[in-house]
């Protein structure tokens, strides 16, 4: 058998026995799967290091027998070592990894402890380095299994470390708020406003990507929130890449994205707070246009801007007054 043969056979096996362990009973018996997995990891080629990490990935769901034998054999700088021993770092290699990493770290403070460990903090920088979207949600979900619970403050001190730590955090704000937050279609309150003026047709929605999941901008704007608490690097970092207005634009209701309206604003108090750089950048924006709601259209009225004072104004377009809306 040649060894595109043998390759095409184990890809054939991989894939049987990812189908058969997304299930608690399909994962009953395959404990010598996750060895021989994490034994042939190292040496594998790209098509199969892919297949075998979403393996690995499936048996760690939820299964303490599993993780605590991953965590054993060495299992989380095995999977570090392997993803990044490529010169580049694929993406679809580096999800499958995360993954199997933040399934890990929900075994318990133990597992944090191990995850942390072989990730901290030279493979995290790399990790985070990836802009891709289906990297960075479980990049957020290990750092925020890995700070928290007991043992959790130690790690996040780690990460606010100004040299080791905080560079992983600009990546990830860098990547959640250019590369993802600003290729989305606008919120949806926003959107109604654009298709008054223009319909379906507006520039700003031809190329927008649409929200893979209902909460996905809250979750990206939240991460953003918690990384911008007191670390005036990464709110020095959002002002240099121009996300000040991306992130105000965010304090609006999204019906797409529950509490999208209340992370929004919390990110622009910890982007705001002891920052007089970030502060006067605000202060000396200027309303160009209203944003007219189908909401306050409806009960006959419109947003206005006050030519003396450049301040938004409420004014009556029908027979109703104002006062009659009370």
């Not at 892919?50 to 027998?65: C, S, T, Y």
């Not at 095995?78 to 021993?85: G, M, N, Q």
């Not at 406003?193 to 520039?203: E, V």
Request: net charge negative; glycine share 8%; proline share 5%.
């Amino acid at each position: 058998m040649s060894r595109s043969d043998e390759m095409g056979a184990d890809e054939v096996t991989l894939a049987a026995l990812i189908e058969v362990s997304r299930t608690p009973e399909g994962r009953e018996g395959l404990f010598d799967v996750l060895t021989d997995t994490l034994f042939l990891l190292s040496a594998s080629p790209s098509r199969l290091l892919l297949l075998r990490l979403r393996l690995l990935r499936n048996l760690l769901a939820g299964d303490e027998f599993y993780q605590y034998a991953f965590i054993e054999r060495s299992g989380p700088a095995t999977v570090a070592s392997s993803v990044l021993s490529f010169p580049s770092l694929a993406p679809d290699a580096a999800r499958a990894a995360l993954q199997a990493l933040g399934n890990t770290a929900l075994g318990g403070e133990f597992h944090r402890e191990a995850v942390w460990e072989a990730l901290f903090p030279e493979a995290l920088r790399e990790f985070a380095g990836v802009r891709d979207t289906g990297v960075l949600d479980p990049l957020c979900m290990v750092l925020d299994t890995c700070c928290g619970g007991e043992g959790g403050r130690g790690r996040l001190n780690e990460l606010c470390h100004e040299e080791l730590g905080m560079p992983i955090l600009v990546q990830v704000v860098n990547t959640a708020s250019q590369g993802e937050l600003s290729e989305l279609e606008p919120p949806s309150t926003i959107r109604k406003s654009m298709a008054r003026g223009q319909g379906d047709n507006h520039p700003a929605l031809e190329n927008a990507k649409v929200c893979p999941y209902i909460g996905y901008r809250r979750d990206l704007v939240a991460v953003i929130a918690n990384c911008l608490h007191g670390r005036k690097r990464v709110q020095n970092e959002i002002r240099h890449l121009g996300g000040i207005m991306l992130l105000l634009q965010q304090c609006v209701i999204d019906e797409d994205n529950p509490y999208l309206r209340e992370w929004g604003l919390l990110a622009v108090k910890n982007l705001l707070e002891e920052n007089e750089e970030n502060q006067k950048e605000i202060s000396e924006l200027e309303m160009q246009e209203p944003v007219i709601t189908p909401e306050i259209a409806n009960i006959g009225l419109k947003v206005e801007i006050d030519k003396e004072t450049g301040r938004p104004k409420l004014v009556n377009t029908s027979d109703v007054s104002i006062s009659d809306l009370k």
